[in-house]
C-alpha cells in the first residue's frame, strides 16, 4: 500500500511561486505514474498534471501548461508541483495521486486512473 502526503501549500500571491511536494511510503513509487488533482469549492475535482515512472513524459492540463511543471526524485520517493505565476483560480486544494505506470501518460487525466490519494493541500493565490 502507497501512503501519499502533500504539502508546500499556503497562501501565495498571484504572480509568485509555490512548490508542492508529496512524500510517498509503504513502498516505492518508482514504478507508479503520479498525478496532481486539485478541487476548488463547489467544484469537481480536476486533473492537473502527471508524470511518468522514469520522469521523461509529462501531461498538464491546458489552464496550468507553462506555468506548471511536475517532476518526481525516485530517489527520494517524491514528486513534486512547481507552480509559477499562480492566478487566483488556481486556488484549490491539491491533492496527489498514484497508480501503476502501465498506460500512456495522456491516459492518466481522471480519478479513476489513479489507485492511491493523498489528503490534499491547500493552495490560496492573492489577487
Known amino acids: 500500500q502507497v501512503q501519499l502526503v502533500e504539502s508546500g501549500g499556503g497562501l501565495v500571491q498571484a504572480g509568485g511561486s509555490l512548490r508542492l511536494s508529496c512524500a510517498a511510503s509503504g513502498r516505492t513509487i518508482s514504478t507508479y505514474a503520479m498525478g496532481w488533482f486539485r478541487q476548488a469549492p463547489g467544484k469537481e475535482r480536476e486533473f492537473v498534471a502527471a508524470?511518468?515512472?522514469?520522469?521523461?513524459?509529462?501531461n498538464y492540463a491546458d489552464s496550468v501548461k507553462g506555468r506548471f511543471t511536475m517532476s518526481r526524485d525516485n530517489a527520494k520517493n517524491t514528486v513534486y508541483l512547481q507552480m509559477n505565476s499562480p492566478k487566483p483560480e488556481d486556488t484549490a486544494v491539491y491533492y496527489c495521486a498514484a497508480t501503476i505506470d502501465v498506460r500512456p501518460i495522456v491516459a492518466y487525466t481522471t480519478m479513476t486512473e489513479f489507485e492511491h490519494w493523498g489528503q490534499g493541500t491547500q493552495v490560496t493565490v492573492s489577487s
Open positions: 508524470v511518468s515512472w522514469s520522469g521523461y513524459y509529462t
